[in-house]
């Protein structure tokens, strides 16, 4: 889950948002929960602040059922601009960080404990995703797990020549395809994606073992 993280509910608004936690902890979801200030902007439905991908209607059938709708899905670009929107007064029912921001979000007061009592199908959340390094305090968990996976580099095995290389993430600093290059607009990726590629050759190998770019088409 490396790369692999909610103002709250007005009292009318809690059925809503307890609904919403429930359909979305019953697919293991990787949320946060906000502190209880403000509202959204519309009374009648949750909000959930997520990422481009995660506002699709397939994810919200029992909510939409129950209620009608589905949740508002206001979206961010990356965690930071998530942080940033959330300390300057933007208000959400529920938001998907990466685990390896709740514990800055818990700091900076965004956020607080989930009761996973309230989640139907926390017990089949993979005991490791549940005790994610920083997403458990004072025995009170801040983060339920969603999705997992792994940055990498996808890449069109008929237009990209290795020359007889391996895959490793100097492609993305291949000058041959200056200009044709593109990744994901946040922050986080972009430092770490440096560092991977310009790491010693040692770890270079133990990195390239765990994270390997994704042939397109795939073999």
């Known amino acids: 889950m490396s790369r692999n993280s909610w103002p709250g509910p007005i009292l009318r608004r809690a059925a809503s948002r307890r609904a919403l936690l429930r359909t979305l902890g019953g697919v293991g979801l990787g949320v946060a929960v906000l502190p209880l200030t403000g509202r959204s902007s519309r009374a009648d439905q949750a ?11 397939e994810l919200f059938g029992s909510y939409r059922e129950k209620y009608g709708a589905d949740p508002e899905t206001p979206l961010f670009g990356d965690a930071e601009e998530a942080f940033q929107k959330l300390r300057a007064g933007f208000v959400a ?10 514990p800055r979000w818990r700091d900076g007061g965004v956020i607080r404990p989930i009761d996973v009592t309230k989640l139907s199908n926390w017990n089949d959340v ?11 305090f004072d025995g009170q968990q801040w983060f339920v797990p969603f999705d997992w996976g792994q940055t990498s580099i996808t890449y069109r095995t008929d237009l990209y020549d290795l020359e007889g290389r391996e895959e490793s993430w100097a492609m993305l600093w291949d000058e041959r395809y200056a200009g044709r290059l593109a990744m994901m607009a946040a922050a986080e990726d972009a430092w770490w994606c ?10 270079s190998r ?7 770019p994704a042939r397109w088409p795939p073999p």
């Open 47 to 57: 909000t959930y602040f997520t990422w481009s991908g995660y506002d699709v209607p």
């Open 93 to 102: 029912d529920v938001i998907h960080p990466c685990s390896i921001d709740t």
């Open 126 to 136: 993979f005991p490791p995703l549940k005790d994610l390094k920083g997403t458990r």
């Open 194 to 203: 440096g560092r991977c590629s310009a790491c010693t050759r040692t770890t």
């Open 206 to 212: 133990r990195w390239r073992r765990r994270w390997q």
